[in-house]
Antibody, heavy 118, light 107 residues
Framework: EVQLVESGGDLIQPGGSLRLSCAASDFTVNNNYISWVRQAPRKGLEWVSIIYSNGRTYYADSVKGRFTISRDSSKNMVSLQMNSLRADDTAVYYC????????????WGQGTLVAVSS | DIQMTQSPSSLSASVGDRVTITCRASLDITNSLAWYQHKPGKAPKLLLYGASRLESGVSSRFSGSGSGTDYILTISSLQPEDFASYYCQQYYSTEFTFGPGTKVDIK
């Protein structure tokens, strides 16, 4: 059974940095697509970033230049480095995996909460 | 960037009702559309992709249709476990935008 488990969420001050991790089991991150999707309080889902099987990465305009997605094949894990955090980055961050077409997420983690506040 | 809209933003319905949710893209996304169900505190769940293809394991009471810029999610007979929020998402372009969501609650 595919499992994606996020970790790293925390309370952080504006301007700070945080690194989220997504550990995959029964799902090889190297061969598939991994996205990060977030949901701010009382808001809808917002796509954040994706890493392709070929290593290409894409970002939402709202995080471009501040967030970096990467993967560690040896650990079968994907990370999201978040810098220059702002209050509007406060959200539950989900890791989502897709096998066939970039952007379709068949598998989702339970999410990790990032709260940006002074 | 492709903008996605959904209507209605919320609806109240009863068990057994037929429910339709509409999603519109700001340009032709050639059926590159997925629908997700999301319940509070849970992981989102893929329902359909390619506008009308049912994800494995998803009930056949969910169906999708549409083309070009306009798409519809239909729940043929609403069940208690279907009360949730529903999101469309385009994957035609690499900023994989979601619609704002439709909340389905109990009448």
């Amino acid at each position: 059974e595919v499992q994606l488990v996020e970790s790293g969420g925390d309370l952080i001050q504006p301007g700070g940095s945080l690194r989220l991790s997504c550990a995959a089991s029964d799902f090889t991150v190297n061969n598939n697509y991994i996205s990060w999707v977030r949901q701010a309080p009382r808001k809808g889902l917002e796509w954040v970033s994706i890493i392709y099987s070929n290593g290409r990465t894409y970002y939402a305009d709202s995080v471009k230049g501040r967030f970096t997605i990467s993967r560690d094949s040896s650990k079968n894990m994907v990370s999201l480095q978040m810098n220059s955090l702002r209050a509007d980055d406060t959200a539950v961050y989900y890791c989502a995996g897709g096998e066939t077409v970039a952007g379709i997420s068949n598998y989702w983690g339970q999410g990790t909460l990032v709260a940006v506040s002074s | 960037d492709i903008q996605m809209t959904q209507s209605p933003s919320s609806l109240s319905a009863s068990v057994g009702d037929r429910v339709t949710i509409t999603c519109r893209a700001s340009l032709d996304i050639t059926n590159s559309l997925a629908w997700y169900q999301h319940k509070p505190g849970k992981a989102p769940k893929l329902l359909l992709y390619g506008a009308s293809r049912l994800e494995s394991g998803v009930s056949s009471r969910f169906s999708g249709s549409g083309s070009g810029t306009d798409y519809i999610l239909t729940i043929s007979s609403l069940q208690p476990e279907d009360f949730a929020s529903y999101y469309c998402q385009q994957y035609y372009s690499t900023e994989f935008t979601f619609g704002p969501g439709t909340k389905v609650d109990i009448k």
